[in-house]
């Protein structure tokens, strides 16, 4: 009997599962599809991820903050944004077995065409013309039909009060807009972040760790006067930078300036430059390589009702069969706040001074909306490399789940004795260490170049005599010695992204 060789998507899975990225939450009692235990080695490239993310956009603006709210809230707030109304996917059921499927995803899976816009009744058609089957027993589909993918609650002891789990971590700094403008001092734009938990009743999680039921946002919801969206005051410094896009228009994926994107396309000032900074995060902080870069434009029919503007941020991801939506730059306008000021019946206009004079104003809002799970999934797609005698993630330094292994050569003669002292320091100086002294040597290199570690620190004889080590890097494959003393400060610069070739010769 032929073996078929892995795919891409299970070699990566397989090292997740079995290194503790990520595996099956509650798998003992065999896990419900789209639920997710992060491990050991993926809560620590979580961590560096969200923590870039944070240092990233929170410094855009003085007047940007994090704030942190309740998974579940009140049904009224979901009546008021829309979602118990609006929050649906198309479904579809097998005839013969009852399985269920996202009507939208298996017709874009089978037939390789984009759906945002697509209807039931579309849908359906194409499911039927094209004799589209169920995926696990070839029976027919059913015609599509809308299902509401939020996750309800019954609240108290008579369970009289309902609530639902949020299925967006947007809804918080809505709620949170009038509070937090007031705490910080009454100006604009104010822009509120959140990064959390999100819920979502998906009817048939697929793609592995891509598509999930419970997941993490990171999301920033820029609060500005509408009159001023066409001005930025750092828009001068970006007018000549090039946008990566693909547009609705002409579905094609081209250069386009910031000044062209204002002037021609007549996107506003203030959205530009947001845009700019997306593709900075990715092709400047996470190392994205350009040509797996995108903006993908929504058209009026795709995007939702509320969003005026609406460019999705897609990853080109052999895992997953090409480009896939990471994140999202939406233009809201003053759907949220306008919903929760009609909802509550709470006013939520504020007050701001112009030149010596008040004026009120219902802010609108920029929304940057990241999904994290995705984000690490892509990461490890973009940097799995395999060669001849072993694979390996090539992560940017800083987003390597470990920064560095300690290996003493052999388990004698005080080696592992100053092997422990030298990853005991390490640890207490904050970096993200791991002590092996199992097998050969090569092993342990092979070991944790599979889960990325960006250097590898070995101890051997010398090392008594000369209180130096060798310090390995995993893409390269190079080596260098370093004096001890001078570890720490050589690691952190390295981390950074110093080139290993500046602190000595490679031997």
């Given at each position: 009997m032929e073996i078929s060789e892995k795919s891409k998507s299970e070699k990566i899975m397989d090292i997740a599962t079995k290194r503790g990225f990520f595996y099956p939450s509650a798998e003992i009692y065999g896990s419900k599809a789209g639920f997710w235990t992060y491990g050991s080695l993926g809560t620590k490239i979580k961590h560096?991820?969200?923590?870039?993310?944070?240092?990233?956009?929170?410094?855009?603006?003085?007047?940007?903050?994090?704030?942190?709210?309740?998974?579940?809230?009140?049904?009224?707030?979901?009546?008021?944004?829309?979602?118990?109304?609006?929050?649906?996917?198309?479904?579809?059921?097998?005839?013969?077995?009852?399985?269920?499927?996202?009507?939208?995803?298996?017709?874009?899976?089978?037939?390789?065409?984009?759906?945002?816009s697509l209807k039931e009744a579309e849908l359906t058609k194409l499911i039927k013309e094209n004799k589209i089957k169920c995926l696990n027993c070839k029976g027919?589909?059913?015609?599509?039909?809308?299902?509401?993918?939020?996750?309800?609650?019954?609240?108290?002891?008579?369970?009289?009060?309902?609530?639902?789990?949020?299925?967006?971590?947007?809804?918080?700094?809505?709620?949170?807009?009038?509070?937090?403008?007031?705490?910080?001092?009454?100006?604009?734009?104010?822009?509120?972040?959140?990064?959390?938990?999100?819920?979502?009743?998906?009817?048939?999680?697929?793609?592995?760790?891509?598509?999930?039921?419970e997941f993490t946002q990171a999301e920033l919801q820029i609060f500005f006067d509408s009159e001023k969206i066409n001005e930025h005051e750092k828009f001068d410094e970006v007018k000549n930078y090039n946008l990566i896009v693909y547009l609705a228009s002409d579905k094609k994926l081209k250069k386009i300036s910031c000044k062209e994107m204002n002037e021609k396309l007549k996107i506003p000032k203030f959205y530009v430059y947001h845009m700019v900074k997306f593709q900075?995060?990715?092709?400047?902080?996470?190392?994205?390589?350009?040509?797996?870069?995108?903006?993908?434009?929504?058209?009026?029919?795709?995007?939702?009702?509320?969003?005026?503007?609406?460019?999705?941020?897609?990853?080109?991801?052999?895992?997953?069969?090409?480009?896939?939506?990471?994140?999202?730059?939406?233009?809201?306008?003053?759907?949220?706040?306008g919903g929760h000021q009609k909802g509550s019946g709470v006013k939520l206009e504020i007050t701001i001074d112009e030149e010596g004079k008040s004026k009120k104003v219902l802010p609108h809002v920029l929304e940057l909306s990241f999904g994290v799970d995705r984000n690490i999934w892509a990461l490890l797609d973009i940097f799995f490399k395999e060669e001849k005698e072993r694979t390996l993630f090539a992560?940017?330094?800083?987003?390597?789940?470990?920064?560095?292994?300690?290996?003493?050569?052999?388990?004698?003669?005080?080696?592992?004795?100053?092997?422990?002292?030298?990853?005991?320091?390490?640890?207490?100086?904050?970096?993200?260490?791991?002590?092996?002294?199992?097998?050969?040597?090569?092993?342990?290199?092979?070991?944790?170049?599979?889960?990325?570690?960006?250097?590898?620190?070995?101890?051997?004889?010398?090392?008594?005599?000369?209180?130096?080590?060798?310090?390995?890097?995993?893409?390269s494959m190079k080596q260098i010695r370093v004096k001890i003393n001078d570890l720490n400060v050589i690691l952190k610069d390295l981390l950074n992204g110093e080139d290993l070739s500046k602190f000595g010769n490679f031997i």
């Open positions: 560096k991820w969200e923590n870039l993310w944070r240092n990233y956009f929170l410094s855009l603006n003085t007047n940007f903050y994090e704030i942190d709210d309740c998974n579940i809230m009140p049904k009224k707030v979901f009546e008021s944004s829309g979602h118990l109304k609006n929050f649906n996917d198309a479904m579809t059921e097998c005839e013969k077995c009852h399985s269920r499927f996202k009507a939208d995803q298996i017709v874009e899976d089978i037939l390789k065409i984009e759906t945002g027919n589909l059913s015609d599509a039909r809308f299902f509401n993918i939020m996750f309800g609650l019954k609240v108290g002891v008579t369970g009289e009060d309902e609530a639902f789990l949020r299925p967006e971590s947007a809804q918080a700094p809505y709620l949170a807009f009038r509070r937090e403008f007031e705490a910080t001092r009454r100006k604009l734009p104010l822009g509120l972040a959140v990064v959390g938990k999100a819920f979502r009743n998906e009817i048939s999680p697929r793609q592995g760790f891509f598509r999930l039921r900075e995060f990715y092709l400047n902080i996470l190392k994205i390589p350009e040509n797996r870069f995108r903006f993908r434009e929504l058209d009026e029919n795709e995007r939702a009702f509320y969003n005026k503007i609406h460019f999705d941020i897609e990853l080109n991801l052999e895992t997953l069969g090409g480009w896939k939506e990471a994140a999202g730059c939406h233009y809201r306008t003053d759907h949220d706040l992560f940017p330094p800083y987003l390597a789940p470990l920064d560095a292994a300690v290996f003493p050569l052999v388990n004698k003669d005080g080696l592992p004795e100053l092997s422990e002292e030298i990853f005991s320091d390490l640890f207490k100086s904050g970096f993200s260490v791991f002590y092996d002294s199992s097998g050969s040597v090569g092993r342990r290199y092979r070991r944790q170049d599979e889960v990325g570690t960006r250097f590898c620190l070995t101890l051997d004889y010398d090392s008594l005599k000369n209180k130096d080590l060798t310090i390995r890097e995993v893409e």
